[in-house]
């Protein structure tokens, strides 16, 4: 998986010199300060997908991990195998590791945190059914209720990051984890800085940093001023209007990512949207072209289907029967009843009653409200009334996880187990957990259980393409852009790579220049 594009960008427009050259102050001696955005409000690595700052932190590790550019080696298992049925598979442990407090890892503790996580997560039946996981010597061996040709694939997940389970964890949320990482957690504050310190017993070798600091920034404008300013060093999830900031200043590295990422909706079907009709309709007045390419400025590629064009799983081989089309959008409503009888501009339904539609987004990522508002302004045009509601991230989960919306907006890595399968079953197999939104397909539960148990790539790709063309037909989700992604810092940081695998942040190899 080749999909990296790292440059400097050739220049466009000029920034203030003043300004700029404010943005090339040092930090202090061994330390960085990295804006990103409000991901977390607590360091329980079971919850919903905090454990994703965790890693990208740089203090939890899995037993695999991906590389740079995008395939999957060893980290704190040094080598693995499976049985032909994919149902029993052997990680060896590496030896000579320690946690971040100094205790040993051995097999025996890898064991109780997996199990932990096993016990507390509701995420996990949807990357693999443990039986059993047993210690023999230096080896951990899964054994499985059902295959799985992924599963060192899936251990890559933070989700599955390990850690100390022999102190008390009592207060985990709030002082995190301790875990194998170059840095170990100083302090939390979820709305505020998050402080990492060097890790002394790091197994990998000397980490340059005493610390970084990862400061929360929500607004990107904010984050990118703050980066010209020199109050940060890097600048996490910039978009392409803060390009053209930097742009040409040798005081700056920007790196870009070629989008592995989906931004969609969840669209409610134990609501007004169980019906097809009304789904197809709104499918077909989103005119996410103009959305991508304008409103963005060609930030992102639009979407019809679950998986970007990035990754070869059949994207122009899929038909989209939705695509854009307003006045067959129309037609639509009015051949299932949905007529505007009052005359306010917006249909009812066929029994009469007020429709209107609540998009929940957040606030962290400012792309999502541009979708949000301008699927709001082209619905109106065909006469679907949408109420918009932001809210915090952590609100968002909850408002998914008790389904209390109509659309929901998702922005989530494709690949992160290394292929879509896993990102298939979490949100559109019909009994997972994440799927609230009610979507229900025989077939494609059919599909992504073969899947699981198909080690053959070709086999794997035509079924990932047969799930996504039922997942279009019937209309199920909303698939608006897949966002390219920019990472800017100071020319003087060194060693900042951005990951396909949006895990790592902070890696041991980050350093200020001397």
Known sequence: ???????????????????????????????????????????????????????????????????????????????????????????????????????????????????????????????????????????LIFNLNRANANMAGCLADPLFL??????????????????????????????????????????????????????????QTTRSMALQSGEIDVAYNLKTENVFEFDGNDAYTIQSLESLRSTYAFMNQNGALGDLALRQALLRGLDKETYTSVLLEGGATPAKAPVPPTLDYGYDELNDANAYDPEGAKQLLADAGYVDSNGDGYVETPEGEPLELTFVYYDSRAELGV??????????????????????????????????????????????????????????????????????????????????????????????????????DDAATVFFGYENTFLISKSSVEGLVMYPMDYYWVTADMKMAE
């Open 1 to 139: 998986m080749k999909v990296r594009k790292m440059k400097k960008l050739a220049a466009a427009v000029a920034v203030a010199a003043a300004v700029m050259a404010a943005g090339t102050a040092a930090s202090a001696a061994g330390t960085m300060t990295i804006g990103v955005t409000s991901f977390a409000d607590t360091l329980e690595p079971t919850e919903q997908y905090f454990s994703w700052v965790i890693s990208r932190y740089g203090v939890g590790q899995g037993l695999t991990k991906f590389d740079a550019e995008g395939n999957m080696v060893p980290c704190l298992a040094t080598e693995w195998s499976n049985s032909e049925d994919g149902k029993t598979w052997t990680f060896t442990i590496r030896e000579g590791v320690k946690f971040s407090n100094g205790n040993d890892m051995t097999p025996e503790l890898v064991k109780a945190s997996l199990e932990r996580t096993f016990e507390m997560s509701n995420r996990v039946p949807e990357f693999f059914d443990v039986a059993s996981v047993e210690v023999d010597g230096q080896n």
């Open 162 to 219: 390990i850690m100390d389970t022999s102190i008390d964890n009592s207060n985990i949320a709030m002082s995190g984890p301790v875990c194998t990482g170059p840095y170990a957690f100083q302090s939390f504050d979820p709305a505020g800085d998050t402080v990492v310190v060097r890790n002394e017993y790091y197994w990998e070798g000397e980490v340059p940093n005493d610390s970084v600091t990862l400061r929360i920034i929500g607004d």
């Open 371 to 472: 979708y949000a508002q301008a699927a709001q302004a082209s619905l109106k045009e065909i006469g679907i009334n949408i109420k918009l509601d932001c809210v915090s991230y952590e609100t968002m989960l909850d408002r998914r996880d008790s389904g209390q919306y109509d659309l929901l907006i998702w922005n989530v890595l494709v690949a992160n187990t290394g292929d879509p399968e896993n990102y298939l079953r979490e949100n559109w197999y019909s009994s997972s957990a994440n799927n609230t939104a009610g979507y229900a397909n025989a077939d494609v539960d059919a599909w992504l259980d073969e899947l699981a148990a198909t080690m053959d790539a070709d086999a794997r790709r035509e079924l990932i393409v047969k799930i996504q063309q039922a997942i279009m």
